[in-house]
């Protein structure tokens, strides 16, 4: 039976970014199926007791110099985003839908890159409309998607099911019911994977 | 002129311990050198406004099975202390005590393995006293000496130097001004002191 990681994903979370470019590679050395799993972190910060590591400051003055340093690191374009924080909710339920009716992997990589490549403000309307548009969706059916209760539910549910199974930030992966939190985690994915 | 890495540290700390064995081997590859810092990681947490991992329960309950990953990756054997948490004010004066009066590298490696190999209760007099007959420490002499103003003013200094340059959890490392969180950023620091 082919091996199976689980990607609990939100965009607003610039360590996710680099997880989600790094793992396609890791999944490929070890033949596993990535499951890709989209959550909402501020619900997972509320239910699991945990915050921000923006909220304490010295914290987050070392993630800025961090962030630099894995871009350097990994060679990826990553940048800062001067329009952080942002609700993510309508595009984490756009990736809730997507995961049935669409190439998931595909509006995910546009996302992560729009946010933290571009620099751009996905919670604009107009900016967002034209991501999509990019990305051959229709923005009258995604909005309304994104609106429907079913969806709504869904992202619910996989962040109450993250939490259940001991989420408490991102990105979080599951080998099994094996957890490992944070990009810089994949060492030990990998090494699950191969077990 | 040789380059070096300040080694902020605190002996309750289990990812401390990781960076504590593995630093000589990145000292000795890059030719830096190790400046031992104690610090009080209780100070530091209030200070910044951080608070122990510990604190949230699912980040605890994550943070035993990593490190648990950790010593199988690293090959130490590494033990969860059922002590665990204690105070660790007397070990860090007697770390600054011995900073300028004796072994201080030698002193640490005793004290991360009695807590973090051994399980062993540091809080505990007769425990300590057993210790430090260990490191021929007379046991006076150390009582006598982490009860100085000086002693304790020195690990306050240090504490609140931390904090003043960024710090806001353990391990911290500094090469220069450039701060390093956690043993996972070794790399970061090699990287650094390669530069």
Known sequence: MKKTVEFFFDYISPATYFAHFLLPAIAERTGAGIIYRPFLLGGVFKESGNSSPMTTPAKAAWMIKDLERLARRHQLPFKLNHHFPFNTVQLMRGACWLADHGDLKAYSDVMFRAI???????ADEEE????????????LEFLEA??????????????????????????????????????DRLDQVEEELNR
């Open 116 to 122: 933290w490549e571009e620099g751009r403000n996905v």
């Open 146 to 183: 994104v609106s429907n209760q079913d969806i709504k539910d869904k992202l619910r549910a996989n962040t109450d099911e993250a939490v259940r199974r001991g989420a408490f930030g991102a990105p979080t992966l599951f080998v099994g019911d094996e957890l490992f939190w944070g990009q």
């Open 128 to 139: 967002l409309k034209d991501i999509l548009q990019g990305l051959a969706i229709d923005p």
